[in-house]
């Protein structure tokens, strides 16, 4: 049902000379209690803030809280192996090497995502094939996933966008016809699900975040969950300076298994400790604020909230609205810079879809060279992935749920903002006329 609002009378907005309608600034999002300093404090008075050794023995896999936080995310996820790592980067990185990807093997990848996404396969040798996403969700689309297979593809990177699942299913079906490892970045979607499943546990491989501004956080670090237990020893292998122990875990396939630390702290794994344990409040949070904003803006042409698809729990990290500027005649620009007066925090597009960066559209990778593009005749120059082009060029409109402490009142305003804007569509137009015609 849609929030109304029957006794507001809007003043002139803000951007025309009027009173701004949030006056301050919301307050950031604390996550962190006093069980969090507790654990701290523990692991501070044991003096032991790294249990790690790279060398055989039982401390290659790491001290207490490390494999006391890596059960309980096994546990809570539903996943048979859980390896922690120092960032989500970290995790992209090692679950690409544990998937065998070598020089000149394809991985496709979404353009509309955090860049280490997409930069991952270079560090073995691989090439990024883009595929473009579905409008609804921000997500990977299967149909331009297939069309992107060629005989040299031999990975998929998934990545559920704002905290929505992709098609994933779908999109392990294709994997598993192809004979292709399924990675999720579910970065920005713990606990989102898509029937019943869990995000991260329906590919080959998941993983997760937990830097300081997501859903729960232990300051830098991430998790990379696993089913397949080949997977999950090269997982802990590539964290770990595998090529010390390749002997001792008896280990035939050394490929990628060398020289890497992406080991978590004990300090870091006893914050995760906490913070999962309150991970249903943290989210629970984060969705009431988007269920009102969601509300507030459902009957207004022109403004499409975010898609949850059936079947799928979509845990928002970001609250996404697409923008059609023809339909409410005012250009987004425009109409940002007015809840921008309002007082509405927001961005708009996201990233650039990243086949523009440098890196791709110049092919210069490892050492400022041509390797490992090099090794493929794939360029960069002539992609078009028109959906994620329109989305960030002209359509989204983004609020971080994540980063703000809103209660009902707080969410309300913000759609009260958004309402405000989009009553004065009329007169913002004039005004951009004006400032058009100079």
Wanted: hydrophobic content about 40%; some cysteine.
């Amino acid at each position: 049902m849609a929030l109304s609002f029957p006794e507001c009378h809007f003043e002139p907005l803000a951007l025309l000379g009027g009173e701004p309608l949030i006056k301050k600034e919301p307050t950031p999002y604390q996550s962190m209690g006093s069980a969090e300093k507790e654990a701290v404090a523990r692991v501070m008075k044991s003096d032991c803030i790294s249990g790690f050794y790279g060398s055989p023995g039982d401390k290659f896999l790491g001290g207490e809280m490390v494999r006391e936080f890596e059960s309980a995310w096994c546990e809570r996820l539903g996943s048979r192996m859980a390896i922690s790592v120092n960032s989500a980067t970290s995790g992209l990185i090692a679950a690409v090497g544990a998937a065998g990807i070598g020089p000149g093997d394809e991985v496709i990848v979404p353009p509309y995502t955090m860049s280490a996404t997409v930069v991952a396969p270079l560090f073995y040798g691989g090439i990024p094939v883009f595929a473009d996403i579905e409008e609804d969700t921000f997500c990977m689309d299967p149909i331009a996933v297939q069309n992107a297979i060629t005989p040299r593809t031999k990975a998929i990177i998934v990545v559920n966008l704002f905290g929505h699942p992709a098609q994933l299913s779908k999109l392990r079906c294709i994997a598993d016809d192809h004979g292709l490892v399924m990675i999720e970045d579910s970065s920005q979607s713990p606990f989102a699900s898509e029937s019943g499943k869990n995000c991260g546990t329906i590919g080959h491989m998941g993983i997760f975040s937990f830097n300081y501004h997501k859903h729960i956080h232990t300051g830098e670090g991430g998790m990379v969950t696993t089913d397949d237990p080949v997977l999950g020893k090269r997982l802990q292998l590539i964290r770990n300076h595998g090529e010390n122990v390749v002997d001792t875990w008896n280990v035939d396939n050394i490929t990628n298994l060398v020289g890497l630390n992406f080991r978590m702290t004990e300090l870091s794994a006893a914050i995760g400790i906490e913070q999962l344990k309150n991970a249903d409040e943290h989210m629970g949070r984060r969705t009431k604020i988007a269920s009102r904003l969601t509300s507030a803006i459902c009957n207004l042409k022109g403004l499409t909230p975010p898609l949850v698809r059936p079947g799928c729990q979509h845990n928002y990290y970001c609250w996404v609205m697409r923008y059609d500027a023809e339909v409410v005649g005012v250009s987004r620009a425009v109409f940002s810079k007015a809840l921008v007066a309002e007082g509405f925090p927001h961005g708009v597009g996201y990233v650039p879809p990243l086949y523009n960066l440098p890196l791709f559209k110049q092919r210069k990778a490892i050492g400022g060279g041509g390797w490992p593009f090099s090794l493929s005749d794939y360029r960069y120059d002539n992609i078009l992935c028109p959906v994620t082009e329109r989305m960030h060029d002209k359509e989204v409109i983004m609020f971080e749920t994540c980063a703000y402490d809103l209660d009902e009142h707080g969410a309300d305003m913000m759609g009260k903002a958004i309402l405000k804007v989009y009553s004065q569509r009329a007169d913002l137009s004039d005004w951009e006329a004006l400032q058009l015609n100079g």
